[in-house]
């Protein structure tokens, strides 16, 4: 049985804590342009969450964990390295921890129910299944990971290959006062594969297309008339992955509250 979930709700909770300029500077128009991506997370996790308050891990800035906080009550935590976002998470009564996903394994084994990693597997500079590996050892055996990131193949990304343009950050190890931008895209089928070789189950990836426009105004009218070529799902913009933490006999570990709806519905 999935969750109630009340879009209205949602909306007046995200510009209230999420459209904020403290979590990051001049952060307000950004959240606003990407409130579609956060809906959708929401959405999902909606859709495969029980009704009952759940453990969820959120890996980066921590607003998907502050949303099911408000929303549902659920007992969330953030994990990212060090910096003021946090100190806003942590005081509307989130947990954070501090992680480099990149450089060390989990700070905690099997205690979640469920993971977001939403914009953050592109930016790494380790391979995709390594992070994704860490990731489901903090899940309960049955436990499940949602996690968004561009599409390879969308449409602005064709285009400008085509051209000759850049699309990707220099492949480097990142400065400790400066992250990396976007160093790898995966395709579908690339995702697939990362979640399996990080011993995921049940992995779905699909396309799905977000309804913003480019920043750039000069490129706007080029994208209003690219538009309905998005009807073909390889060119839309990104990918969304549901997997699940695979149920293992004996290891000590509770099954997640997750798996325990699946198996009774």
């Known amino acids: ?40 997370c929401i959405d999902r996790f909606a859709q495969v969450a ?17 949303l099911c906080k408000k929303l549902w009550n659920d007992r969330a935590v953030v ?8 100190s806003y998470i942590a005081s509307h009564g989130v947990e954070t921890v501090h992680w480099n996903i990149c450089k060390s394994e989990p700070p905690f084994i099997g205690k979640f129910d469920m993971v977001f990693f939403s914009e953050v597997i592109e ?28 599409n390879l193949y969308r449409l602005r990304n064709v285009i400008s290959m085509a051209a000759g343009l ?20 995966y395709s579908r089928d690339h995702l697939q594969w990362q ?3 990080a011993g995921f189950t049940e992995c779905h990836v699909e396309f799905r297309q977000m309804h913003h426009l480019p920043t750039n105004p000069l490129l706007r009218p080029l ?38 709806e699946k198996t009774s519905a």
């Not at 459209?19 to 409130?35: E, G, L, S, W």
């Not at 029980?50 to 607003?63: K, N, R, W």
């Open 223 to 260: 994208a209003l008339l690219g538009y309905p070529l998005h009807i073909l799902p390889r060119w839309r913009d990104n990918l969304i992955a549901t997997a699940y933490a695979p149920i293992e006999s004996g290891n000590g570990n509770p099954i997640s509250i997750i798996q325990k």
């Open 79 to 86: 994990a990212d390295l060090p910096g003021k976002h946090l």
């Open 50 to 66: 029980p009704p009952e308050p759940i453990d969820v891990l959120d890996i980066g800035v921590g607003q998907l964990a502050l």
């Open 195 to 197: 979640f399996e070789k």
């Open 1 to 40: 049985m999935a969750r109630q979930y009340n879009k209205d709700e949602f909306n007046g909770l995200y510009e209230r804590y999420i459209c904020q300029d403290v979590i990051q500077p001049n952060a307000r128009a950004y959240y606003m342009r990407y409130r579609s991506r956060y809906k959708l």
């Open 123 to 150: 930016h790494l500079p380790i391979p995709g299944h390594v992070a994704l590996e860490r990731l489901r050892k903090t899940l309960r055996p049955g436990g499940f990971i949602i996690c968004t990131t561009p």
């Open 166 to 185: 850049p699309i990707f950050d220099y492949f480097r190890i990142p400065d400790d006062d400066k992250g990396l931008s976007h160093w790898i895209e």
